[in-house]
């Protein structure tokens, strides 16, 4: 028997979200930092990425919390916004605006897809299916194998 399921990612925990975030950092060759860095170059771009789904995300932060990464003369900061929204802000030297919202939306993909495929593994385990295989298809997307034994 096969079944297919369709995931809408919704984000609900700040802690998940930053484990997602700096495991698809690490792989796009990004480095964490602690806190937001200070703007001291005046030739560097900014854009704002709004973040979808991020009023449970932002439940569990506090305001002014930041979370950012760092490849190159790239940051990427996600933060809470007075108003109870999460954002992230894309900020680097020599790349356009529309450059820096690519490089954004890319990266909050997939943190998006890995924040829910640990949601999506943690719930199947505490339902009783064992993982047998996951595959990442060309198209970027993943593949679950997995079984429950009744």
Not at 69 to 95: L, S, W
């Amino acid at each position: 028997m096969c079944s297919v399921i369709v995931i809408v990612p919704i984000i609900v925990a700040w802690p998940f979200f930053m484990a997602a975030a700096g495991s698809v950092a690490l792989r796009l060759g990004y480095h964490l930092q602690k806190e937001q860095i200070e703007e001291t170059e005046e030739t560097r771009q900014k854009v704002e990425v709004d973040v979808k789904g991020s009023d449970i995300l932002s439940e569990s932060m506090t305001y002014e919390e930041t979370f950012t990464i760092q490849a190159g003369d790239v940051d990427v900061t996600f933060m809470k916004t007075p108003r109870g929204k999460v954002k992230m802000i894309v900020t680097g030297e020599n790349h356009s605006n529309d450059e820096l919202r690519n490089i954004g939306n890319d990266i909050l993909d997939k943190v998006t897809q890995q924040y829910t495929l640990a949601m999506v593994k943690k719930e199947l385990e505490s339902r009783g299916f064992e993982m047998n295989e996951e595959d990442t298809l060309k198209d970027g997307s993943i593949k679950l194998n997995v079984t429950r034994w009744d």
